[in-house]
């Protein structure tokens, strides 16, 4: 089945520091993937996702690449914030039929200090 | 923008009693999802739904069942709470291939 894997955290940032959450994923076919982001509180709001391979999601300066040949999707941001700071989800959804369900990754927390 | 709406945030409820949560989405979306979240585990999902009327489980469904009667209201049922359904419950609807849109959460606590 489709599984999801990404880096444990937490993760520690100071502000202005460059951010990687490793993401990998495995799945037949061609799945979409997404990145979640879970502010304290409250419940997850897509950040951004790629829907084929080679596709590059990007919002609020945070960017992801469908890597297919690595099965990877890692989360970069070039400069991160203290508001920045929350949990987040690497997701896939599988390709056809009833594969319209997301299967998460466990989460990254990410603390950013000023 | 879509927007799906839990009926609480927080809710207390003692063990054995039936449990009600609520699920409302205004963009006519197919899908209709329940999750729970716990730490270190993730999100894991309960049960989901393709169409009205319609149902199917998910990872972990015992303890718990569900009701679509209208397209955009699904609510998870706890038939006897128990204190290790002490969780956050999230619900998310979605178009097919598209992402979820999740609500806020629930917080629900069993003592």
């Known amino acids: 089945g489709n599984s999801v894997t990404q880096m444990e955290g937490p993760v520690t940032l100071s502000e202005e520091a460059f951010l990687t959450i490793n993401c990998t994923y495995t799945?037949?076919?061609?799945?979409?993937l997404f990145w979640y982001v879970q502010y304290p509180g409250e419940g997850l709001q897509l950040l951004l996702k790629a829907t084929k391979a080679d596709d590059k999601g990007s919002n609020k300066g945070f960017e992801a690449t469908y890597r297919k040949e690595t099965t990877s999707f890692h989360l970069e941001k070039g400069s991160v914030q203290v508001s920045d700071s929350a949990v987040y989800f690497c997701a896939l959804s599988g390709s056809g039929g009833s594969n319209y369900k997301l299967t998460f990754g466990k989460g990254t927390l990410l603390t950013v200090n000023p | 923008d879509v927007k799906v709406t839990q009926s609480s945030r927080y809710l207390v409820k003692r063990t054995g009693e039936k449990v009600f949560l609520e699920c409302v989405q205004d963009m006519d979306h197919e899908n209709m999802f329940w999750y729970r979240q716990d730490p270190g585990l993730g999100l894991r999902l309960i049960y989901f739904s393709y169409d009205v009327k319609m149902k199917e489980k998910g990872d972990i469904p015992e303890g718990y069942s569900v009701s679509r009667e209208k397209k955009e209201r699904f609510s998870l049922i706890l038939e006897s709470a128990s204190t290790n359904q002490t969780s956050m419950y999230l619900c998310?609807?979605?178009?097919?291939?598209?992402?979820?849109?999740f609500g806020s959460g629930t917080r629900l606590t069993v003592v």
């Open positions: 799945a037949t076919g061609y799945p979409s």
């Open positions: 998310a609807s979605s178009w097919v291939g598209y992402g979820y849109t």
